[in-house]
């Protein structure tokens, strides 16, 4: 699986860390959204979020290519369709982490995405990470360790094992991504809204009908948030190893909290604050050194 890695221009490299850092912020935004809800379920969001994924980016993929649209759905290959699966999947492994253990265990255990990218794609790819990186996803691990560090509970072993196969998805779903990145990858989004439309379904045994508002957030969520943050996310994984992609991504738990907060008076604990200015601080430092070698 292993490809060659190839030096990016300069402008390239900047350009992918804007990407990532704007997609980051947007889906930080998802925490507000599912908290506006009135009445649904964690399976009855993903469905709606799969539909507004799906919908989307279908109209993008039929816009960009028109009556090819098809090829390029089928020229995604083998590969692409394990990526759509794994896509549309994660959120459902995600959704059920959090029904059956606390948010602090599964961000907790969320923030290890950059150490098992770094691996995955070492192993698979032969990607080298730069010592700013090694050097900064310790560094953050250790703000988010501070973040939740209270609220981190024993037991609930079968939520804890969702999250963890939830981050292990999601690194190979970055690592088939890097592996591809010379490809056309965005019809995996409409793949992978599929996907989870029918993981609600079948969860909810065809259940999934809520309030209009909860649709609309929902559909807001799936179409604008999920699938342009996304296909910014993708981008940017063209130029920017595994390990760099899942360390920013850090910077939506950071934010979450403060737009709970911001609109809807949710206060966060003070370890919260101090743990998230930690990680806010590392990728700051850390986009900058890498801005400036990029």
């Known amino acids: 699986m292993t490809t060659p890695t190839q030096p990016e221009a300069p402008g390239g490299y900047r350009l992918a860390l804007i990407l990532m850092i704007v997609s980051s912020v947007g889906f930080s935004l998802n925490g507000l959204i599912i908290r506006s809800l009135e009445a649904s379920t964690p399976w009855q969001i993903l469905f709606w979020r799969g539909v507004g994924v799906a919908v989307s980016q279908l109209l993008f993929l039929l816009w960009m290519h028109r009556g090819r649209w098809l090829l ?3 020229g995604i290959g083998p590969w692409g369709l394990l990526a759509a699966l ?7 492994g995600f959704f ?3 029904t059956h253990t606390s948010v602090a265990n599964v961000v907790f255990l969320l923030s290890a995405m950059p150490f098992s990218s770094a ?3 070492r192993l698979l790819l ?3 990470i730069t010592r700013a990186t090694a050097l900064a996803i310790p560094a953050a691990f250790l703000g988010i360790l501070v973040m939740v560090g209270g609220s981190i509970a024993a037991g609930a072993w079968l939520g804890n094992a969702f999250a963890l196969i939830t981050v292990l998805s999601f690194s190979c779903f970055v690592v088939i991504l890097r592996h591809n990145r010379g490809r056309d990858m965005q019809p995996v989004l409409v793949l992978g809204g599929l996907v989870a439309m029918l993981v609600g379904t079948g969860v909810t045994g065809g259940q999934v009908w809520v309030p209009l508002h ?3 957030l929902c559909l807001l969520l799936g179409c604008v948030i999920t699938g342009a943050g996304h296909f910014m996310f993708m ?6 190893p595994a390990a760099e992609v899942t360390f920013l991504m850090l910077i939506e ?3 979450a909290p403060l737009w709970v907060w911001l609109f809807i008076n949710e206060v966060p604990r003070s370890t919260t604050l101090i743990g998230g200015l930690i990680v806010l601080a590392t990728v700051a430092v850390w986009a900058l050194a890498r801005g400036r070698s990029g």
């Open 253 to 255: 738990f950071v934010l």
């Open 214 to 216: 909860d649709i609309l």
């Open 126 to 128: 032969g990607e080298r």
């Open 235 to 240: 981008m940017a994984a063209r130029i920017l």
């Open 96 to 98: 059920f982490a959090l």
């Open 119 to 121: 691996l995955l794609a």
């Open 72 to 74: 390029r759905l089928y």
């Open 86 to 92: 794994l896509n549309g999947s994660s959120p459902a």
